[in-house]
């Protein structure tokens, strides 16, 4: 089945450390991107890349960082200068990036603090 | 920049109503992208439906039909005979010059049995 799997579904962070999320897609898209999710609010993005090896900051990038290595994959760290990580991660991928391009999205991460 | 507001936070029907979800949103673009995604409980955000700005038919599809109004710059949304199986948070987004997808606040709608 073709689709955006994110991993692990849950995810608990302590003090102190780096944690990663997991975002794999076998559509053969070109862009990708990294959203938050807050209760109430609307998805921001983090992140988003258009092709292997590179990548551009969103609105909220402070205390993440990302990789683009190979085209199906995507990682998002949150590291521990992100002080409230506490949220829903979503992870999408259009074919490319262009303002028509629809974009599909994983079916999340949701990170809590300990 | 883009905008987009969904001034409805929570809305309750009760089966079988038809319901109307609101979208108003601002850009400076001539040319730009209107989209709805449904997010049910499970998180997943799904598509329904892409609008350009040079489209201003209205589009139905089953139970579902939008309203696009430039005048009023709006993108309506409406369920007609709503289903339990509606209940969830639906998104309303914009695209334009920019190139990245501007999301409202999102309004969670619940269909009671």
């Known amino acids: 089945d073709g689709g955006i799997t994110q991993s692990p579904k849950y995810l608990f962070r302590k003090e102190g450390q780096n944690v990663t999320l997991s975002c794999e897609q076998n559509?053969?898209?070109?862009?990708m991107y990294w959203y938050r999710q807050d209760p109430g609010q609307g998805l921001r993005l983090i992140y988003y890349?258009?092709?292997?090896?590179?990548?551009q900051k969103g609105d909220i990038a402070e205390g993440y960082s990302v990789s683009r290595e190979k085209k199906e994959s995507f990682p998002l760290t949150v590291t521990s200068a992100q002080k409230n990580p506490t949220a829903f991660y979503l992870c999408a991928s259009s074919m490319g990036n262009q303002a028509k391009n629809i974009q599909y999205f994983g079916a999340g991460t949701r990170l809590s603090v300990l | 920049a883009q905008k987009v507001t969904q001034a409805q936070t929570e809305i309750s029907v009760v089966e079988k109503e038809d319901v109307t979800l609101d979208c108003v949103y601002e850009t400076r673009d001539t040319t730009y992208y209107l989209f709805w995604y449904k997010q049910p409980p499970s998180g997943e955000l799904v598509f329904l439906i892409r609008?350009?700005?040079?489209?201003?038919q209205n589009e139905i599809s089953g139970r579902y039909s939008w309203n696009f109004q430039k005048s009023t710059s709006s993108f309506n949304f409406t369920i007609t005979a709503s289903q339990v199986v509606d209940s969830a948070v639906y998104f309303c987004?914009?695209?334009?010059?920019?190139?990245?997808?501007?999301f409202g606040s999102g309004t969670q709608l619940t269909v009671l049995p």
């Open positions: 890349s258009q092709i292997v090896n590179d990548f």
């Open positions: 609008r350009n700005s040079f489209d201003e």
């Open positions: 559509l053969n898209h070109d862009a």
């Open positions: 987004a914009s695209s334009g010059s920019a190139r990245q997808l501007t």
